[in-house]
């Protein structure tokens, strides 16, 4: 059974740093693509990143592109995501999910970011 | 960038048919795939490449997807079935995925 657990939840500050990660177990990480989704409050889903591939390729949506990296540790069989230089709009739930393909085929339960001074 | 539009409220009578639109730019070109997101919940996938329906999801759900519209159907619509719906595409020329605006749907 795949399952997708997030931690890192938390209140940060405006310019501050904070780093999400994702704990999964059900599925190979290595040879698996995943990615991190949003949801603002009021708002509605937006991906973030995904890391992809056995090479790892990242992608990154342009409003977090420079500022949020993905990354993933397969030895640890965790996908970590680094938030710098945050923002009030980077307040959001933030979900793990498992990419196959063009899709997202398992979602964990989400970790709550607010970013506020 | 790649935009997906969608009806922001769709009510619906018990056991009566939802239809939710999902209108881009020949969306009828990419694989399109729709999510349930009750409140407090995280998303669970509905439909995957248009119209195939993932394990646990049932009939009653159907999709299409043709010219510059997508469609999701919920036929005899339950209670349960209140949450809001979100279609979403992998954009290549972008190499970004793209969600719809999402459509909140209401059981009367």
């Known amino acids: 059974e795949v399952q997708l657990l997030e931690s890192g939840g938390a209140l940060g500050r405006p310019g501050g740093s904070l780093r999400l990660s994702c704990e999964v177990s059900?599925?190979?990480?290595?040879?698996?693509?995943m990615s991190w989704v949003r949801q603002a409050p009021g708002k509605g889903l937006q991906w973030v990143a995904t890391v992809a591939g056995p090479a790892g390729r990242t992608y990154y949506a342009d409003s977090v592109k420079g500022r949020f990296t993905i990354s993933r540790e397969n030895a640890r069989n965790t996908v970590d995501l680094h938030m710098r230089s945050l923002r009030a709009e980077d307040t959001a739930v933030y979900y793990c999910?498992?990419?196959?393909?063009?899709?997202?085929?398992?979602w964990g339960q989400g970790a709550l970011v607010t970013v506020s001074s | 960038s790649y935009i997906l539009t969608q009806p922001p409220s769709v009510s619906v009578a018990p056991g009566q048919t939802a239809t939710i639109t999902c209108g881009g730019n020949n969306v009828g070109r990419y694989s399109v795939h729709w999510y349930q997101m009750k409140a407090g919940q995280a998303p669970v996938p509905v439909i995957f490449h248009d119209r195939d329906r993932p394990s646990g999801i049932p009939e009653r759900f159907s999709g299409s997807n043709s010219g510059n519209t997508a469609t999701l159907t919920i036929s005899r619509v339950e209670a349960g079935d209140e949450a809001d719906y979100y279609c979403q595409v992998w954009d290549g020329d972008s190499d970004h995925y793209v969600f719809g605006t999402g459509t909140t749907i209401t059981v009367l």
């Open positions: 999910a498992k990419s196959n393909g063009s899709n997202f085929d398992n």
């Open positions: 059900g599925f190979t990480l290595s040879t698996s693509a």
